[in-house]
């Protein structure tokens, strides 16, 4: 029985040093690939949590075997029984609502007009149901084996890492620093840091600054110090006030560093939940703080007015985030970015009303926006959407109304258990989501933001689920059963157990490092102008086929129109080179066959058929191809 226990120790510490690890994912860039701020942090994350998920479905599997009462009192790997910790979570009100909206993509995913790539996802937004699979998958795993201190730890890590974000930001700007040790490419007026998108920068921030302001409530001086020694102590009490002053100037630098990317929806966002914070506090306190947030209120209002009256003034040009809020302009056509959005939004609607029920099915707003294309697009550009740059038309045209009520239950659910629940920083919670719920209303969802919702949704889970059943966390209260499983039971799950970790390690090796290696293959084969190397590393690039080669043969033709290399009249009436082009041609035609629905694969194929026919019109130089 000591070796189950010395086992389940190990399999502890594993599974939760692989789920700490995935906080440094915002930090992972990969240079070598298409989408180097996104591949590599979603093959990062994926192969994290399916080799975590290996090590969690053993871990089960030895609780099963494992003498219960002898497991359970050992204090390094307390739990509560399996059973009770899933009747609990069941009957969680933010867990049920989860739950439902992962059972809403799974039905539009098989509904979906493209179940393939509402399975699969895209790898330049790391979702579908099978990305979608992973966060969820880190939020069970996180609800058994977290403890209290794990969360607060894991939101600690979190903390440096949004610290190396947001240096990185301001060496960005307004430092204009680009040749720092590990410093970035992206350069832009607005920073974007490891993130790589100066909006899903400011997201991210968004959520940060509330793990920083749960570490800020929970931190305390570890009880019993003066039993501990004289050094020991010390350090355990400089530790705590670092921890306590280092969240705070996280929550400023996060708020300066939104005002830098100069997201307006993110500014809004944090507008919105502080102008909640200002009304509860004038509402539910006395004293200074109530007439301290009176004056806020009354200087905001006026503030906004002579903002929005003055709006044109150069002054405004001049300060970070306010620069892109004067520029806003729903009423105004002008406003390429604003109306865009506008025509997205109704073409949306319109969308939705076509399937209204499940919708079109994760990643396929493409298909919808292709089909209900208005022609006032032209007016601002070329314009190809795959998301609707609003979560709510986003649910309303992938999943449906269903889809959109589960969306809004977790954030209603959440809302209650905080009002209700007795959680340090739960009033800071509340107006994280606020803004995260506003800023969406202009932007949608992606990986980073993806990782952090589902982490804050296992940490309110968790915290609700402990606050409510305290007593039973001390397994001294808790009433010992014998297990009751027979060996019937114990055989199914095993061979459960070696089918879903053959799976899970085959999909680390066939939906991770291939498509990855696939993905760095294209990067190198048009480094060089040696058409036999180009060939070669086409090849390892285009096969085998899965979902990544949507977003590899389509940069591939990409690069072969655009590419002023590619496109030169030289390299395209060379013969050696034929072979390249027909090898693209080919490529994309395949992806056409298999996914019809997006109009864009067509259109590629036959720009790129038109190029080689204008730049290759004869055999050789003598002669003519014949009509």
Avoid at 132 to 157: G, P, Q, R, S, T
Avoid at 162 to 189: E, N, R, T, V
Wanted: a positive charge.
């Amino acid at each position: 029985m000591l070796a189950f226990t010395k086992l389940n120790k190990i399999l502890i510490i594993s599974i939760k040093s692989l789920l700490f690890s995935t906080a440094l994912t915002p930090l992972v860039i990969t240079w070598s690939v298409i989408f180097p701020y996104i591949f590599g942090k979603v093959v990062f994350f994926r192969s994290i949590i399916e080799i975590a998920l290996i090590l969690f479905l053993v871990y089960l599997l030895t609780l099963i075997y494992a003498d219960r009462k002898q497991v359970y009192t050992d204090k390094a790997i307390r739990i509560n029984s399996l059973k009770s910790v899933l009747i609990r979570v069941f009957k969680n009100p933010l867990f049920i609502f989860t739950i439902l909206f992962i059972l809403s993509l799974i039905i539009s995913a098989i509904f979906a007009v493209n179940p393939y790539r509402a399975f699969w996802g895209t790898i330049d937004r790391g979702e579908g149901l099978f990305g979608m699979l992973h966060y969820f998958a880190f939020l069970v795993m996180a609800l058994f084996i977290f403890e209290k201190k794990d969360w607060l730890n894991f939101f600690k890590v979190y903390l440096v890492v949004g610290l190396i974000l947001i240096f990185y930001a301001f060496l960005q700007y307004p430092f204009k620093i680009y040749d720092f040790p590990f410093a970035l490419k992206f350069i832009d007026s607005r920073p974007g840091s490891f993130v790589g998108n100066p909006s899903f920068l400011a997201v991210h921030l968004i959520f940060l600054m509330m793990f920083a302001a749960i570490v800020f409530l929970n931190n305390r001086l570890q009880p019993n110090c003066h039993k501990l020694p004289l050094n020991y102590n010390l350090i355990t009490k400089l530790l705590s006030k670092f921890w306590r002053y280092f969240p705070l100037l996280i929550i400023i630098l996060s708020v300066i560093t939104i005002f830098l990317t100069g997201t307006r929806g993110a500014i809004l966002g944090l507008g919105s939940g502080f102008i909640f914070l200002l009304f509860y506090f004038a509402l539910k306190r006395k004293g200074w703080l109530r007439r301290l947030s009176v004056c806020l209120l009354v200087f905001l209002i006026i503030f906004s007015g002579v903002f929005w009256l003055t709006r044109q003034r150069p002054v405004w040009q001049k300060i970070p985030g306010f620069n892109r809020l004067a520029q806003t302009a729903f009423l105004n056509i002008n406003d390429p970015s604003t109306q865009t959005r506008v025509i997205t939004w109704r073409l949306s609607w319109n969308a939705f009303k076509e399937k209204p029920i499940f919708g079109w099915g994760p990643d396929n707003y493409l298909v919808a926006y292709e089909k209900h294309y208005e022609p006032d697009y032209a007016f601002y550009g070329e314009t190809w959407l795959d998301r609707a740059h609003n979560k709510i038309f986003d649910l309303l045209v992938m999943q449906g109304v269903f889809g959109l009520l589960a969306y809004i239950g977790i954030f209603i659910s959440a809302f209650y258990l905080l009002l209700k629940k007795n959680i340090a920083g739960k009033l800071f919670i509340i107006v994280g989501l606020i803004a995260y719920f506003v800023q969406n209303l202009v932007l949608f969802d992606q990986l980073n933001s993806d990782i952090v919702f589902f982490v804050l949704l296992g940490f309110l889970i968790s915290k609700t689920l402990t606050d409510t059943d305290s007593e039973l966390i001390n397994t001294d209260n808790y009433p010992y059963k014998s297990a009751k499983i027979s060996i019937n039971q114990r055989f199914v799950f095993i061979i459960f157990v070696i089918v879903a970790s053959g799976f899970l390690g085959y999909s680390v090796y066939a939906f991770n490092y291939v498509p990855f290696v696939q993905a760095k293959a294209f990067q190198k084969s048009f480094g060089s102008g040696n058409p036999d190397f180009i060939m070669k590393k086409l090849k390892e690039a285009m096969y085998p086929y899965n979902f990544a080669q949507y977003n590899i043969r389509g940069s591939g033709i990409d690069a072969l129109y655009l590419d002023p290399f590619f496109y030169s009249q030289n390299f395209m009436r060379a013969p050696q080179y034929k072979i390249v082009s027909d090898l693209l041609i080919e490529g994309m035609d395949e992806v056409a066959r298999r996914e019809p629905f997006d109009i864009r694969n067509m259109i590629r194929e036959a720009e790129v058929l038109n190029g080689v026919t204008k730049n290759r019109p004869f055999k050789d130089e003598n002669e003519a191809i014949p009509l």
